[in-house]
């Protein structure tokens, strides 16, 4: 049976995050370099994008850039820097066409000038989109995320804005760059690798883990298709037992 067929719609996640991993493997087995895989990254990125907002996703996060990336070879990084810009500047017609709106989470002051940029305006010309918000996480780690939360409850407790005993899941989570987009229900990871790679460390708490051997630039709808079929065959207990759970 067709895969998109098997999908329930009533037990849909709100929320998808994806590690697009593979880009350079791809490349390699391709017999060209690197950043060929990167651009060939970004049909996926396409394909993905609208066969989520299809299928009624309300919010999608895609690791783009971590604060780690940096270290790659300079050639490399401002080839991805580029490539986001001229991305971002052909792709957001395709976003306002199908109403999508586009957000960042991660450090993205610290992106260099034009990347920064044109992610800001993509950003301002989407704001009033509603069909889905699309998210890249640019700049991004979980453990910056956490840092930066705790110097915000930190500083509103100095300022006497609240009080220490007042601090639990909800404030954390609020102060987090995700503060008010709920948790991811289903994280992807494509490439064979099983880790989290110090992403949304917090927030996938209790996300399911769903790994493909799929290099990123051959996923496509079908490959979206086959995580969501797979996640909603799983029973999601949050720490009870089987017959407490309502079906
Ligand atoms: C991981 O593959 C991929 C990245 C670090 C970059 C992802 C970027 C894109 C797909 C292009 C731009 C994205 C947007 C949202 C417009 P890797 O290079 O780590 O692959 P490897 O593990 O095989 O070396």
Request: proline share 4%; glycine share 4%.
């Amino acid at each position: 049976m067709d895969l998109k067929l098997q999908i329930k719609p009533e037990k849909l996640p709100r929320h998808i995050a994806i590690i697009m991993d593979g880009n350079g493997r791809w490349a390699k087995k391709h017999g060209k370099p690197r950043v060929f895989g990167h651009r060939n990254g970004v049909k996926a990125v396409r394909e993905t994008t609208e066969a989520a907002a299809e299928l009624g996703i309300d919010f999608l996060t895609l690791y783009a850039f971590s604060t780690e990336n940096w270290n790659r070879p300079r050639l490399e990084v401002d080839t991805l820097m580029k490539l986001l810009v001229e991305t971002l500047h052909k792709e957001v017609n395709t976003l306002m066409k199908n109403d999508i709106k586009l957000q960042a989470i991660g450090n993205i002051n610290k992106l260099p000038r034009p990347t920064h940029k044109a992610l800001l305006a993509g950003i301002e010309r989407t704001k009033n989109n509603k069909r889905m918000t699309l998210i890249l996480a640019l700049n991004y780690s979980a453990k910056w995320d956490i840092v930066q939360a705790t110097q915000k409850i930190a500083k509103a407790c100095k300022e006497g804005l609240i009080n220490e005993t007042d601090i639990n899941d909800q404030v954390f989570a609020q102060a987090l760059s995700t503060g008010n987009i709920p948790d991811p229900e289903l994280l992807i990871r494509t490439s064979g690798e099983a880790r989290l790679s110090n992403f949304l460390l917090w927030q996938l708490a209790y996300a399911e883990l769903y790994f493909t051997p799929t290099f990123w630039p051959d996923f496509r709808k079908q490959q979206l298709y086959e995580a969501i079929v797979d996640y909603q065959q799983r029973e999601r207990r949050f720490g009870k037992i089987s017959e407490q759970l309502v079906p």
